[in-house]
């Protein structure tokens, strides 16, 4: 029996399910959850979601989005089996890991090359754009039909994790599903106005103090800018908006390599990478002990800005010469 078979027979054979993804959500941990916990319902299980963090606004208008709770509410019994979508590993769920691991199984279905196989099945497609691709599978797999409402949530997940299908990822099976999903009646111009036309004044005045600092090597393969408290305060902006800044460097000419740094109020710095492709930036941020894909990843590393910056560009000088050669 393969994962998805195994998969199958534990969702027939148990009747109420936890559903949970990473903190900071995003379209895929979003638009993938919605999609599976509508599948369930359909199937006549019981299922919830719990997110340690809420749903981004321009996310909000995906069906049923209301229902992502924090907190479980206790009833009568508890989830027999937890799905974990979008996660490397068990930490990025933050603090629903604890219900996570009060179930009596645990599903793993992911798409990080980084990914430790933290569940009981683990459903790991390194070959997907999106988890959302996985769950498509699923759906077809159990012979349900996808649905507008499911097709939605599918198709904002792939549209936001493939960056409007320019990554990598992107593969001959993304626009297939994709192409699946816009006969379920998705409108394509409709949902990507409501996905990416929201930006805030705050925001755009946040990005503009980042890029102040942005800095090149002399050859111009590495670009990094950076973003610190003081930035937002003086935007009145949160760290939740800053989803897509890296994409406005990471697109300049020349560069291989894009770093955003981010310093947080735990005394850590946040260290985003981005590549396009070329550059395995998997292995560049496991060095720091983070993870990701090979064009997107990130880090946290304790420190201040200033040292966190010179220890990661050494090594990332490092990395794109090695490419070089
Ligand atoms: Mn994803």
New binding site residues.
């Given amino acids: 029996m393969n994962e998805i078979e195994h998969i199958i027979q534990v969702l027939k054979n148990n009747d109420f399910f936890l559903v949970t993804s990473h903190l900071n959500p995003?379209?895929?941990?979003v638009g993938?959850q919605l999609a599976l916990v509508s599948l369930l319902k359909e199937m006549g299980k019981r299922a919830v979601i719990i997110d340690e963090d809420p749903v981004p606004n321009n996310l909000c208008f995906l069906p049923q989005s209301d229902r992502i709770n924090s907190k479980l509410l206790r009833t009568e019994d508890f989830p027999q089996v937890s799905l974990v979508?979008?996660c490397s590993d068990l930490e990025r769920v933050g603090k629903v890991a604890q219900l996570v691991k009060e179930t009596d199984l645990i599903i793993n279905i992911?798409?990080?090359i980084s990914n430790d196989k933290f569940g009981d099945i683990n459903l790991i497609g390194e070959e997907a754009?999106?988890?959302?691709e996985q769950i498509f599978d699923l759906i077809e797999s159990l012979g349900y039909p996808v649905g507008k409402e499911r097709a939605v949530s599918l198709y904002t997940?792939i549209l936001t994790?493939t960056g409007s299908f320019q990554y990598a990822n992107t593969t001959p099976k993304t626009h297939q599903i994709a192409a699946c999903l816009l006969k379920e009646g998705v409108s394509p111009s409709l949902l990507a106005e409501k996905v990416y036309r929201v930006d805030s004044f705050s925001r755009q005045k946040l990005l503009g103090l980042a890029l102040g600092t942005l800095e090149r090597t002399c050859d111009g393969s590495i670009a990094w800018f950076r973003l610190t408290r003081e930035m937002y305060q003086q935007s009145q902006s949160s760290p939740e908006e800053t989803n897509g800044f890296i994409d406005c460097i990471s697109s300049i000419q020349g560069v291989k390599l894009a770093l955003l740094f981010r310093d947080r109020e735990d005394s850590k710095v946040k260290v985003s990478f981005r590549s396009k492709g070329e550059l395995n930036v998997a292995s560049l941020a496991e060095h720091f002990g983070g993870g990701g894909h090979r064009g997107a990843s990130g880090c946290l590393i304790k420190g201040s800005i200033e040292e966190v910056e010179k220890r990661v560009l050494a090594v990332a000088r490092q990395y794109t010469q090695k490419i070089k050669n």
């Fill in positions: 995003d379209g895929d941990s993938s979508l979008d992911d798409h990080h754009s999106a988890v959302a997940a994790d």
